[in-house]
């Protein structure tokens, strides 16, 4: 090929390549800009698969490229260190298959010494196809449905299909694990996607891509049909999509019902339970637990207000005594406005149920202000910082004329809250949450 650059050689395996594209040698990470492409001869602006194809880059030179290196456009491959594979054991060979033996993989013009992690036995004998995975030293590139060869002392041992090129460590002779292996190997798309997707955490389509190895465009004709069938859940959260197999946003939804409705029996009087909590409760992700909460109380079956989630048909229940002791506390941080008690804290059921109406808000556990008294002292401290742009302890003290005690404390929560940012000794004005008035 004439021209400038580097000009490398190989089979396109998948995908197009085009003149002008944006690639990475997924190895080293190096990018690099395609300047021609060249087939059986001939100049082309794009090579399509199962070409021969030679890649003029740019930026590039023959130092920076090995044999078995791979181009890929950006961002489409990463390199793996764990390869499922479904191997065929040649029937010649002299010796079993073990457990945990090294061996070489070659794949494609690549090759690398890894550990042979034999799953569903514990020998191979010659002729049987078993699940195995491969364990590599270093990063390796593969893609599903690649076939790779593995030898030990120059002898072929056997060969085998990729069905996970980026595979997590299983647990051996798990029925669970055979059988997921069994579906990635011969499933339909729609098989693919629910395995993909039948998880506690509801995932995006670009997880369901990595997962399953389908092409976008097949997984979203799929999940159209899967979504009309009720197989599959669509989430619409800060504009985005998420997908989660029916089954488990059923199971996941009964759960969270059964969680709370539990809660509500042994803590009537308690505004629900607090979304930290729930969130601990149901083993998910801080951000999953936001999507699916939020979903739920969109179909009105429960409320979450001031960092506490309850069922719709909950209300809160003090009894006589509890009301009285609400009223009380109430009116006790009326009255010391700024400095209230911190002695003469009732249950935390009655000041869930006071955060619940709105009427307190806690500082910390000893330390609750009456709402209005709140804004108020919010309201003079943002003022106080947008006049002098930073403040101290000692002039939160005289601002409000409190101990130094209430000051920290409320110093403390404006940070948290992201009212106020600390630097040393002072704090600064930050972003307000909410407005303040």
Known sequence: MDGFGTVVTGNLRDGTLLVGQQIEIINSGRRSRIRGLQTHGSKVTKAIPGTRVAVNLSGISANDIARGDVLAPVGILSPTNALDIHLKVLED?????????????????????GKLRLLDCDIAEPGEQVWAQIKLKSGFIAIKNDYCIIRSNQLTLGGGIVVEPHAKRHKRNHAGTIADLNLKRIGSAEDLIILSTDRPNPVQIESIIRETHLSETEIKKSLADMIKSETIVRITFSQNFYYQAFEKWEEGVKKIENELSEYHKIFPGKAGLSKNELNKNLNLSPKAADIVLSTIEKSGEIIIENGYVRLSDHKPKLSKIE?????LFLSMLKEKKYSPLTNSVPPSHITENLISRGKIIKINEQLFYETDTYEAMSSKFVGFLKKHEQINISEIKELFNISRKYALAFAEHMDQTQISKRMGDIRILKTLKREVQ
């Open 93 to 113: 060979i002299p010796n079993n298959l073990k457990h945990n033996m090294f061996v070489t993989v070659h794949l494609g013009t690549a090759q690398q010494v």
């Open 323 to 327: 009301k009285n002791e609400a009223q």
